[in-house]
């Protein structure tokens, strides 16, 4: 009889016993393989870099920072805080930072909890909290909606932010969002993520914002950083966010209160107070010799968690989503991190670090995104590399910002009714208070002549509707997330009406209420 066909592998492992060699350690990063001559290169090009991106793209104004070993090595504004005057950027300019504020929350995060405080369930500490399915409500952790793998759908609770709701309004209706697989599924959250932070904010018996500062900007000098839209929109030195006009100039009319996703996406900071944090990253925690941030809670931030972008090919690179951090490896099997932020209303950043390399670059800018942010920092770190820029990296970024702009546009032109359209009923067929689970209240009201509005919101938003075809209308959307023109089709039979942007997860019905 042959025994070896039936032994299993933990059989297998007794048999051999202390023979076996115990787990070998995971392997260190690779050494440092640029000197200080190759990063000094790609910083004396940076001004270069920078200018040209700018004239290119007619950015108004940039900060800059650099890390190397500790030191900052590179830290400037160019160009002005808003188009058509004259004060200019500089590293103490305060700009809004979008989603550059998840890495930064996931430092506050490990300061608060250290390391096992990722595995803490949210929902105890989260009132009315809850996600669809209830054994996911009661499992979901801190780390799982950092790392965005909680089966929220994409951006879930964005559009109710756009409308008016608040933090708290928000997280007590993710409840209706439908859940893919539970951390077996990658899907980008803001509201996810916000959940946690607070999760863990209201277990220390503070604000979020309270505990941001308390943990990581005063400690660590962060003097004009803050979680508060309001200490943004008061500061002296501030960029102002600019998005682009009808004749493609960039204009400073859009304000973004980004407070009801804080941890998310609300911080705003100076290029001098972000080389602060880069070199407290770089740092495992420590900063000018104090450790302020434990160094294993900090590096538990940096592990993959889930896969944000699996390979398409056999010889395909996988990205990672970590805590708060994109995590990739490069070419020579070095740890990158990243993130960028963008709002539509005006803001590009980004940050990027090889900690092994102990090299970090932060890029900030004050229009919505034109690839200026992202494409600065691959240009640094190519020029350190290879001493040249790999590829014009701007198009390509702005394209894939265009791509995710052009995804959420309706395929219908509703501004061409198509030729035999149907009339539309009598005013009084669609006018009345609706209501939804998700959105809550909505009004339909008609003036004098029988033209429609809609009503959306706590603070009603009014959109005024354009006939399309028979019970169809449109409108034109505003707001961080608007997508052009979308459709309001009535279903008088059934006393409902359906908002085609709000409906993506099928949830932008209106039942009549009055």
């Known amino acids: 009889m042959n025994t070896l066909g039936w ?3 933990a059989g297998l492992s007794a048999l051999l016993g202390a023979a076996a060699p115990g787990p070998s350690p995971p392997p260190p990063q690779p050494p440092p393989q640029l000197d200080d001559a190759e990063v000094q290169r790609a910083v004396d090009q940076l001004d270069g870099v920078v200018e040209a991106a700018m004239k ?27 188009a058509g005057e004259k004060a200019a950027v500089d590293a103490d300019t305060v700009f809004q930072l ?15 909890v250290g390391v096992d405080g990722w595995a803490e369930p949210v929902a105890p500490n989260v009132p009315d909290f809850r996600l669809k399915d209830p054994w996911v409500t009661s499992h979901v952790t801190v780390a799982d909606l950092f790392s965005h793998r909680s089966g929220l759908p994409d951006h879930a609770g964005d559009l109710l932010e756009d409308l008016g709701y608040d933090r708290d309004y928000i997280l007590s209706h993710l409840r209706y969002e439908p859940l893919t697989p539970f951390r077996a599924s990658y899907a980008y959250t803001n509201f996810g993520l916000t959940a946690a932070a607070q999760a863990v904010a209201d277990e220390k018996g503070v604000s979020w914002e309270k505990l941001a500062a308390d943990t990581l900007y005063k400690p660590a000098g962060m003097e004009s950083t803050s979680s508060r839209f309001e200490d943004y929109a008061k500061a002296e030195d501030r960029a102002w966010g600019h998005v682009k006009d009808a ?24 290029a001098r107070d972000m080389a602060r944090w880069l ?50 490896y490069d070419d020579e099997g070095r740890l990158r991190l990243s993130h960028t932020g963008a709002f539509a209303l ?36 190519d020029i350190a590399q290879t001493g040249k820029v790999s590829r ?28 035999g359209a149907a009339p539309a009923k009598a005013a009084d067929t669609y006018t009345g208070t609706y209501a939804s689970d998700y959105y809550g209240r909505a009004q339909v009201v008609a003036d004098a002549k029988g033209r429609l509005t809609l009503r959306l919101g706590p603070e009603p938003q009014s959109y005024r509707l354009t006939h399309y075809d028979g019970d169809t209308f449109s409108f034109e959307t505003a707001g961080e997330n608007a997508v052009g023109r979308t459709g309001v089709t009535f279903d008088p039979g059934r006393k409902t009406f359906t908002v085609e942007y709000l409906d993506a997860e099928g949830l932008g019905t209106f039942t009549r209420a009055d």
């Open 7 to 9: 032994i299993t592998a």
């Open 56 to 82: 290119r793209t007619g950015t108004p104004g940039v900060a800059v920072a650099v890390v190397h070993d500790g030191k900052v090595i590179h830290l400037k504004g160019y160009g002005v805080r808003k």
């Open 98 to 112: 979008a989603s550059v504020s998840k890495p930064i929350a996931s430092t506050v995060v490990a300061g608060a």
């Open 247 to 270: 004749d493609g100039d960039w204009k400073a009319e859009s304000v973004r209160d980004p407070d009801a996703q804080s941890p998310a996406g609300g911080v705003s900071s100076s």
């Open 279 to 328: 070199r407290l990253q770089l740092g495992e925690g420590k900063l000018d010799g104090k450790q302020i941030i434990d160094a294993k809670a900090l590096e538990r931030t940096h592990w993959p968690e889930a896969v944000a972008s699996p390979p398409h090919a056999a010889a395909g690179r996988t990205g990672f989503y970590g805590l708060g951090w994109n995590v990739s």
């Open 346 to 381: 005006g803001a590009h950043t980004n940050v990027t670090m090889l900690p092994g390399e102990e090299l970090g670059i932060v890029v900030l800018t004050n229009t919505a995104p034109a690839g200026v942010a992202d494409a600065v920092a691959l240009d640094f770190f």
């Open 392 to 419: 014009d990296w701007i198009p390509l970024v702005d394209g894939l910002y265009q791509q995710q702009e052009d995804a959420g546009r309706s395929k219908t032109d509703y501004a061409h009714p198509p030729s």
